[in-house]
């Protein structure tokens, strides 16, 4: 059983849905989580970091977090075309340079116009 | 303005070659990763290099040596590559307690 669990999907809703992405984990010692937007062909970007439980939100993006569920979303709102990419969530036990990072597969997402 | 970059962008070689991929961070970083995603996107952790010094060091076999001349540079060498060895690799930096930031990736193809 992998560490970090996500739905490879592939998703696809219209322009304007509610998306909703989520990973499960076994670790229960990962304080940071984050979610990362890959688009095609290019490098994982950093869209939402999280530490411990609870919600963040940025525009469009809300990430969720609940420790004891070992259960973290991310929520986009009014979706749009260029939403379309593969989303990464990924978590660690400790900061960036003493706990390494464990991915997800990654959930691609389509949104149509 | 680059913040890290990676070369080549795209490498095709025979099975058994050697061949090295650079990385180079403009941010000041003092923490710099290689990473490998495979055809399912699955992206895993390879090494981890703070100032110069190796700090992560995932199972990887002894093929794969990274390098890290100084503190904006993190190279890694491949040694006898294998069809195995095809995938993205991505280069990433961060600085303490911070997010890291990735390169645009390596494709590599081993024919």
């Known amino acids: 059983q992998k560490e970090v669990e996500q739905d490879p999907g592939p998703l696809s809703v219209p322009e304007g849905a509610i998306v909703s992405l989520n990973c499960t984990y076994s670790?229960?010692?990962?304080?940071?989580f984050m979610w990362y937007r890959q688009y095609s062909r290019k490098g994982p970007e950093l869209l939402m970091y999280?530490?411990?439980?609870g919600n963040k939100e940025d525009g469009r993006f809300t990430a969720q977090v609940d420790k004891s569920s070992k259960y973290i979303s991310l929520f986009i709102r009014d979706s749009q075309p260029s939403d379309s990419a593969t989303y990464l969530c990924?978590?660690?036990?400790?900061?960036?340079?003493?706990?390494?990072?464990?991915f997800g597969q990654g959930t691609t997402l389509q949104v149509k116009p | 303005d680059t913040a890290v970059s990676q070369t080549p962008k795209y490498l095709v070689t025979q099975m058994g070659n050697d061949k090295s991929i650079k990385c180079e961070q403009n941010?000041?970083?003092?923490?710099m990763y290689w990473y490998k995603q495979d055809s399912k996107k699955f992206l895993k952790i390879m090494f981890s290099?703070?100032?110069?010094?190796?700090?992560i060091n995932e199972t990887v076999p002894n093929r794969f040596s990274p390098k890290s001349p100084d503190k904006a540079h993190l190279n890694l060498h491949i040694n006898s590559l294998e069809l195995g060895d095809s995938a993205v690799y991505f280069c990433?930096?961060?600085?303490?307690?911070?997010?890291?930031?990735f390169g645009p990736g390596t494709r590599l193809t081993v024919l």
């Open positions: 990433a930096s961060s600085q303490a307690g911070g997010t890291e930031y």
């Open positions: 670790n229960s010692a990962f304080q940071y």
């Open positions: 999280t530490y411990s439980s």
């Open positions: 990924a978590m660690s036990e400790g900061s960036s340079n003493t706990g390494k990072l464990i």
């Open positions: 941010l000041g970083h003092d923490t």
């Open positions: 290099y703070n100032n110069k010094e190796l700090i």
